[in-house]
């Protein structure tokens, strides 16, 4: 998987003015835009389409120090209009191409990514791969913008606004696995990109032949494989860094890649005041 990311960014640094058909040059590694997207979020810490704009706009600031036409720049890195690359330019940069042409800055570089494997081989996770059929995930969704670190308020209000006497009921629905009530993030924005909306949908999973009642929400979940990481600790910050070490440690050490459908967190233990859990995180995987 590294040596696919750095050959991606190669292709960005060649093409930094044109669109990059993602889709193609994946299947041409031999993954998925989907992991590939998903990968390069999660080690680079920020979505590859704001890695290159950030990339254009710092090659692009030469040519506007340098005195170049407005509109020929503009055009040269992919904007139909100034007034459009000026905003590109501004956010990046945090201030206007003219400004900068009189005062020399201030600018923000981006420098060229590359992707290295450290090999510590001081730590394990705990993990393990399980084949599951059908089955639905049924309960009380709502959209919510993504947030990378630290407890989501929004998710905490929506599982605030959800009766106790609910989780009784959803806990009679749940037949399979993954036990227990579940904690499901679907619909999530390929790039990772942080304030992005998704799908969290507090509840169960239930066999396929369940069928669940009218006024719940349900996601399908297809027949797969699935990677289970458990983790254990302050909650919830050892969730979170299992979802970075993923992506760090095991997709690339490991003959399997992320495929697209819902992540699970399974809740096994808790401390009364949720400051610590005991998790099983589950992610929809396929063999390279």
């Known amino acids: ?9 190669d292709v960005v ?25 998903r990968m390069f979020s999660s080690l680079a810490g920020m979505p590859l389409s704001e890695y290159i704009r950030r990339r254009r706009m710092a090659i692009a600031a030469a040519d506007v120090v340098a005195g170049h036409r407005m509109l020929d720049t503009a055009v040269r890195y992919g904007y139909g209009s100034t007034e459009a690359f000026g ?15 009189a005062n020399g800055g201030p600018l923000r570089s ?28 049924v309960g009380h969704a709502a959209r919510v913008p993504l947030i990378h670190q630290g407890m989501n308020p929004h998710i905490r209000a929506h599982i605030a606004s959800i009766p106790a006497s609910e989780h ?17 993030s679907a619909d999530v924005d390929p790039d990772y990109t942080e304030g ?5 949908l507090h509840g169960v999973a239930a066999d396929a032949a369940t069928s669940a009642p009218e006024d719940l929400d349900e996601i399908e979940v297809p027949e797969g494989d ?17 979802y970075a070490s993923s992506a760090a440690d095991w997709f690339p050490s490991n003959p399997w890649r992320l495929r697209p459908g819902p992540s699970i967190v399974a809740v096994l233990e808790r401390a009364d005041d949720f400051s610590t859990a005991t998790t099983e995180l589950w992610m929809p995987v396929e063999r390279v």
């Open 110 to 137: 981006q420098p060229k990514l590359r992707f290295r494997l450290t090999v510590e081989g001081n730590s394990s996770m705990d993990t393990r791969i399980t084949h599951r059929p059908d089955f639905r995930l």
């Open 168 to 184: 009784d009921r959803l806990k009679t629905l749940s037949n399979t696995e993954p036990a227990g009530l579940l904690q499901v």
């Open 196 to 200: 992005s909306e998704l799908t969290y």
């Open 1 to 9: 998987m590294i040596a696919e990311l750095n050959h991606l960014v």
């Open 87 to 101: 905003r590109a330019f501004r956010s990046v940069h945090g201030t206007s191409p003219a400004e900068v042409r």
């Open 226 to 242: 699935w990677v289970v990481f458990r983790t254990s600790g302050a909650y919830p910050a050892a969730l979170q860094e299992a």
């Open 13 to 37: 640094e060649t093409h930094l003015a044109e669109d990059i058909d993602v889709n193609d040059l994946a299947m041409r590694l031999g993954t998925t835009e989907y992991h590939l997207r």
